[in-house]
């Protein structure tokens, strides 16, 4: 089992940038695919980027596709999405998520959650 925890999110200008943080607790982190997701008020959680244990590949939404990097750093424990160019309709609750096996877009194949991180961006 892995505890998992964001940090980082907070209030932006359009345009901007944000770097959001995950960090993992307990069963070896490097077992994991992670992903970020998020959730906008009366909408579906929805599927932003993965990334495999090793951070041999990844993927992205459409939507944020050339604007988000997401990478991991093993011997830290931590995931992050890099956010640059940030819309007004990239505002919402941005969950990371685990699995073990690979990278996937649902989130339905994540076993494991954190509590979530405000990102606000305003126009």
């Known amino acids: 089992q892995v505890q998992l925890g964001e940090s980082g999110g907070g209030l932006v200008q359009a345009g901007g940038s944000l770097r959001l943080s995950c960090t993992a607790s307990?069963?070896?982190?490097?077992?994991?695919?992670m992903g970020w997701f998020r959730q906008a008020p009366g909408k579906e959680r929805e599927f932003v980027a993965s990334i495999s244990w090793s951070g041999g590949r990844t993927y992205y939404a459409d939507s944020v596709k050339g604007r988000f990097t997401i990478s991991r750093d093993n011997a830290k424990n931590t995931v992050y999405l890099q956010m640059n160019s940030l819309k007004p309709e990239d505002t919402a609750v941005y969950y990371c998520a685990a699995r073990i096996g690979g990278p996937r877009v649902s989130p339905g194949d994540y076993n494991y959650w954190g509590q979530g991180t405000q990102v606000t961006v305003s126009s």
């Open positions: 307990g069963r070896a982190f490097s077992d994991y695919s």
